[in-house]
């Protein structure tokens, strides 16, 4: 079973700071994803990314794939009160007909004003 | 264009019961699946369907678990005779066809609590 281990699992910054989380996992991921959720609602998709090595920016947030496909990491620059959330990222297992994905357990935003 | 439905948002329910949640995917999406929010856990996946097919069940319970999503209607999860355990967030998402078909988008959830 493919894991992704997220870090950190909490984190508490002032607004203004930069910070950067991290999606790893031993296996290799045809896509992986970043979600957004907010208390009492869905997860929200923030951006997929395919190719080993790709960069997407998504205003104040980059995003990126690890070169084998096994790893991702969320930066966000000045971060504001209202990214506070739960970031979640989520692999896609092989390239076959199942459609399920690996979810990590979560980072915790909070960005204090 | 309206997102993924899901109803109820919140069902209580005695041991014993049945409950029924109810998801219709975004319009153009022909792929539903399901996943389960545990207290304190990340999502875990449940089932995928397409239409009147069950793709992938490898995330279901064995017993008591059931979903469907036929040629006309929402996709529905069935759990019967619910225990305390199942209480959690259960959440549905869709994905087109194509070269998309990697994006899952989710809806806002069904918050099952068992007395």
């Known amino acids: 079973t493919q894991l992704l281990e997220q870090s950190p699992q909490f984190l508490s910054i002032q607004e203004g700071e930069n910070l950067t989380v991290y999606c790893n996992s031993s296996?290799?991921?045809?896509?992986l994803q970043w979600y957004r959720q907010e208390p009492g609602e869905g997860p929200v998709l923030l951006v997929t990314?395919?190719?080993?090595?790709e960069v997407k920016k998504l205003k104040r947030l980059t995003f990126q794939f690890g070169d084998a496909r096994k790893d991702s990491s969320l930066h966000i620059t000045a971060a504001q009160p209202g990214d506070t959330g739960l970031y979640l990222c989520?692999?896609?297992?092989?390239?076959?007909?199942?459609?399920?994905?690996?979810f990590g357990q979560g980072t915790t935003l909070q960005v204090k004003p | 264009n309206a997102g993924v439905m899901q109803n109820p948002r919140h069902l209580v329910r005695r041991r014993g019961q049945e409950a029924r949640l109810r998801c219709s995917p975004m319009?153009?999406?022909?792929?539903v699946y399901w996943y389960r929010q545990l207290p304190e856990e990340g999502l875990k996946f449940m089932v995928y369907?397409?239409?009147?097919?069950?793709?992938?069940e490898s995330g279901m319970p064995k017993e008591r678990f059931s979903a469907e999503f036929p040629k006309e209607g929402p996709s529905i999860l069935r759990i019967q005779q619910v225990v305390r355990g199942d209480s959690a967030a259960y959440f549905c998402?869709?994905?087109?066809?194509?070269?998309?078909?990697?994006?899952?988008?989710f809806g806002p959830g069904t918050r099952l609590t068992v007395l």
């Open positions: 998402a869709s994905s087109p066809e194509g070269l998309r078909r990697n994006e899952q988008f």
């Open positions: 296996s290799v991921f045809s896509s």
């Open positions: 990314v395919v190719t080993g090595g």
């Open positions: 989520a692999g896609r297992e092989g390239s076959g007909n199942t459609g399920k994905l690996i």
């Open positions: 319009k153009g999406h022909s792929h």
């Open positions: 369907l397409q239409k009147e097919n069950i793709i992938d």
